[in-house]
């Protein structure tokens, strides 16, 4: 089993910044793949980034430029650094990692921008 714990949701202005946290009860290392999806209400949860055991880090095209994604192996935390943030990234954020063929979810965290 593992648990995700998302953190450093809030609310922010158009052009702001937010770095989201993904605490792991397990070492990330051992995971291939670590990262965050979003999804609004009514809407299929979709891909925001990932980073792989590798270091590949494939993301949206909505996000290119604006988001990185980072690991901290020692402190088993994934981060998501979003910057120049829009109206349009308003969602619930949640941290995924694939783990011996099984998947699991944070619990999500609120990002809402708006002036």
């Known amino acids: 089993q593992v648990r995700l714990v998302e953190s450093g949701g809030g609310l922010v202005q158009p052009g702001g910044s937010l770095r989201l946290s993904c605490a792991a009860s397990l070492s990330i290392f051992n995971f291939n793949v670590v990262g965050w999806y979003r999804q609004t209400p009514g809407k299929q949860r979709e891909l925001v980034a990932t980073i792989t055991r590798g270091g590949s880090t494939p993301s949206a095209d909505s996000v290119k430029g604006r988001f990185t994604i980072s690991r901290d192996d020692a402190e088993n935390t994934v981060y998501l650094q979003m910057n120049d943030l829009k109206p349009e990234d308003t969602d619930v954020y949640y941290c995924?990692?694939?783990?011996?063929?099984?998947?699991?979810w944070g619990q999500g965290t609120q990002v809402t921008v708006s002036s």
């Open positions: 995924y990692t694939r783990w011996a063929s099984d998947n699991y």
